[in-house]
């Protein structure tokens, strides 16, 4: 099955900038969309972004502007770009990602999770 790998988080304060990474590995088939959800404490998951196989994308209103996802196909790796932070972003990042099986069929995939926290 698919093993999820991210790293790129930390402490940053407001105004700075941070990169997530997620690398998948372990697959045979083709990867879906991919995405970034993240979950403060004491509240529900939320999406954040995601990123389709042809590069499509779709942001959070909360995001949108400062955050950038994108993909490298070759490496089945999905990035968050994180500009302009605020302390309203800390919360722990998860990376999804979708494995397409030939009959059309998918399953989804969580990371382990990266914290991130904004902070002065």
């Known amino acids: 099955q698919v093993h999820l790998v991210e790293s790129g988080g930390g402490l940053v304060q407001p105004g700075g900038s941070l990169r997530l990474s997620c690398a998948a590995s372990?697959?045979?088939?083709?990867?879906?969309?991919m995405g970034w959800y993240r979950q403060a404490p004491g509240k529900q998951r939320e999406l954040v972004a995601t990123i389709s196989s042809g590069g499509s994308t779709n942001y959070a209103d909360s995001v949108k502007g400062r955050f950038a996802i994108s993909r490298d196909n070759a490496e089945n790796t999905v990035y968050l770009q994180m500009n302009s932070l605020k302390p309203e972003d800390t919360a722990v990042y998860y990376c999804?990602?979708?494995?397409?099986?030939?009959?059309?069929?998918?399953?989804?995939?969580w990371g382990q999770g990266t914290q991130v926290t904004v902070s002065s």
């Open positions: 999804n990602v979708r494995e397409i099986y030939y009959s059309g069929s998918w399953r989804a995939y």
């Open positions: 372990g697959s045979s088939f083709s990867i879906g969309t």
